[in-house]
């Protein structure tokens, strides 16, 4: 009996019934690694920072005649004194037992800080996404389906003007006409729905608008070209000609297979919402993670910049996985090796 | 009698460039750079786009001549003016004139925007040509590299690097390079992989090329369409990253005009001179829009097929 023959076989018999759970963990394992790399990254620039972050910590809590022993005492309670190699090590270690360190700036448990922020943005990140698919796939849709007429023109200029509009100066504009001039929303501010889902509501309109404007114009246009391309191809041809109702040939063979390229595209729209929310959050002044960021990259917060990388990494990797997964889907022709 | 079947007369056959709208007499019957030129300008908003580009670079480089103020200048009295004879687009809080400070502001964009699309498309193409030729463990490192430089929002990497350096225009370009690498390397990776195969590189390598130059003079060459596009929207995009990066108050340094900080600035006097804060935006818009316009023409005019791609 050939040995190798036989476990290689039995390997494959495995691979083959359980392609997709293996194909799921090695597509885990692999953003892990990611995830760690991103981690690595952002701790090697928070420690390059010039300047020592305790010096933040000490002027903005008034106490610049501090002895060298006190201040050394102050470097272990941060975990600054080891060499860097060994704080990576205790600061990951600390992150799977859900002690993200503590907060130079707040001087409070960085998990505090992610707990009460995250949330928010969360919010508005999920409506501006939902609404960015819907919006822009479908505007997408209806302008292939009617292209050359005026609604195609309209729909495309816009969606180029869409890409080009700088989110934060959308926010202010929108802030100008609906809050100061017409005063029909708020201001600026953030509210739980939970609270008062009314008034949230009302705050949460204009920020979701700016932040997803530029993912619905670009999936606008993405769409549009994708159906177009699928317009094209013989099989549309051979649906017609089979005798296929038009509602049939529209939803089940021209949109779903141009949806493909889009749905790409969404999962790397994740990334861009969260990054728009470091804008957004600081014109409409929202207590989320972008704000939360910006600020602790200012005070060379490193604790929170380094926790608040590891949410967005591992939340941009989560989705963009989802995302693979679901091609198979939608193209069957589309193996998990 | 035959009717339909008229066999002294011979079929006209018609060599017609289907591409091309405009078929001239006496134009060769095939040139792929008057093809290409016919069909960028055959279409209204390429040639728009291309003329706001034009427009851009002269303004960026004439600006002592076409701005009627001096953008430093200040005047305590006559500030937050609205728009008027004098002032065009009215003064901002220290009473200097927004017209001159937009189109001193132009200067910055370009250089920002030029330069670090530059540095990261260099960067990035060496890195995705790396990845993509030798394959193996090089395109694992690499392309893990990018997943992660992609995991992370652009704008926020740029945000930490910039503050990172401290302030001034140079670390900004190194900043928005740093943030730009993905998307040339992702590109040119996946181009170079599909040029590999060509039977053209076999021949070269057979011939004795070194690996240097076969990812110079011949993958390089055959990947330029794509990367022309990439580059031409990826200025535009760098310049709102641009403006993202000194609306937030990083970067520039304050008297430094950026169309940015400038809408920053405005915002705090959105009642009393709403002008301030949306005219930088609308230069913004226009030269973004101008970017994005010329890149889709070039992508059209270059290879249609690249539509959805980039």
Redesign the interface.
């Known amino acids: 009996m050939d040995e190798t023959g036989f476990w290689s076989s039995c390997y494959k018999k495995f691979f083959q019934k359980y392609k997709m759970t293996t194909y799921i963990i090695r597509r885990l394992l692999?953003g892990l690694?990611?995830?760690l790399?991103?981690t690595i990254?952002?701790f090697l620039?928070?420690r390059?920072?010039?300047g020592d972050p305790l010096e933040v910590y000490i002027n903005q809590s008034d106490m610049s005649n501090l002895s060298p022993d006190q201040l050394q005492q102050l470097r272990q309670k941060f975990g600054l004194d080891k060499p860097m190699p060994i704080q990576y090590i205790h600061w990951i270690s600390g992150v799977f037992r859900g002690d993200f360190g503590r907060s130079i700036y707040y001087d409070i448990q960085v998990r505090r800080l992610i707990v009460e922020r995250l949330p928010v943005t969360i919010h508005l990140g999920f409506l501006a996404f939902i609404l960015s698919g819907l919006l822009g796939i479908s505007a997408g849709v209806i302008c292939a389906l009617k292209r050359g007429t005026w609604i195609d023109t309209v729909v495309t200029f816009l969606a180029?003007?869409g890409?080009?509009?700088?989110?934060?100066?959308v926010g202010?504009?929108l802030?100008?006409l609906l809050a100061?001039k017409a005063g029909w929303l708020p201001v600026h501010g953030y509210t739980s729905p939970f609270e008062d889902f009314w008034l949230s509501t009302k705050q949460v309109i204009m920020p979701v608008i700016c932040l997803s404007l530029f993912s619905i114009a670009s999936l606008t246009r993405?769409t549009r070209?994708?159906m177009l391309?699928v317009i094209k191809q013989d099989y549309i041809r051979t649906a017609w000609a089979k005798g296929l109702r038009e509602r049939v040939i529209i939803m089940r063979h021209t949109i779903k297979n141009a949806l493909i390229?889009v749905i790409t595209v969404m999962g790397?729209q994740i990334?861009?919402i969260?990054?728009?929310s470091?804008?957004i959050e600081?014109?409409f002044n929202i207590p989320g993670v972008?704000r939360l960021?910006?600020q602790s990259?200012?005070q060379?917060d490193f604790q929170v910049?380094q926790a608040g990388?590891l949410i967005?990494?591992i939340v941009?990797?989560l989705i963009?996985l989802i995302v693979d997964i679901s091609y198979g889907w939608l193209d069957p022709r589309i193996r998990y090796e | 009698m035959n009717k339909g079947f008229d066999l002294e007369k011979k079929p006209e056959i018609q060599f017609q460039n289907l591409d091309s709208p405009k078929w001239e007499e006496g134009s060769p019957p095939y040139s792929e750079f008057r093809r290409i030129i016919s069909v960028f300008f055959s279409r209204p908003l390429p040639v728009i786009g291309l003329f706001i580009i034009i427009l851009l670079i002269l303004t960026a480089i004439f600006a002592p001549f076409i701005a009627p103020y001096d953008p430093y200048k200040m005047n305590i009295l006559k500030k937050l003016r609205p728009p008027s004879h004098e002032h065009l687009l009215g003064t901002d809080s220290l009473g200097r004139d927004t017209l001159s400070r937009i189109i001193y502001g132009s200067r910055t964009s370009v250089i920002i925007g030029i330069s670090a699309i530059g540095i990261s498309s260099l960067i990035g193409l060496s890195l995705g040509l790396l990845a993509a030729f030798f394959g193996g463990a090089w395109y694992h490192i690499i392309m893990r590299f990018i997943d992660a430089l992609m995991a992370f929002p652009m704008l926020l990497l740029a945000l930490l690097i910039a503050s990172l350096l401290g302030v001034g225009m140079k670390n900004v370009i190194i900043a928005l390079s740093i943030g730009m690498i993905a998307p040339p390397c992702r590109l040119m990776c996946g181009v170079a992989m599909s040029i590999k195969e060509n039977d053209y590189i076999l021949a070269a390598r057979t011939m004795g090329m070194s690996n240097f130059r076969i990812m110079v003079e011949q993958i390089l060459p055959n990947a330029f369409p794509p990367l022309l596009v990439m580059i031409t929207i990826g200025l535009g995009a760098t310049i709102l990253a641009e403006a993202g990066l000194s609306f937030l108050g990083i970067g520039i340094i304050p008297p430094t005009p950026a169309w940015g900080s400038m809408v920053n600035d405005g915002y705090k006097f959105l009642l009393t001179n709403p002008v301030l804060s949306i005219s930088p935006g609308v230069a913004i818009m226009l030269v973004v829009f101008g970017f994005n316009m010329m890149g889709d023409g070039l992508r059209d005019a270059l290879d249609p097929r690249l539509r959805g791609v980039i």
Do not use: D, R
């Open positions: 692999m690694l990611i995830v790399i991103v990254m952002i620039f928070m390059l920072l010039p180029n003007i890409i080009t509009m700088p989110s934060f100066w202010i504009i802030i100008y100061l993405l070209s994708s391309e390229p790397l990334a861009f969260f990054g728009g470091v804008l600081t014109v972008g960021m910006t990259v200012m060379q910049v990388a967005i990494a941009v990797v963009n």
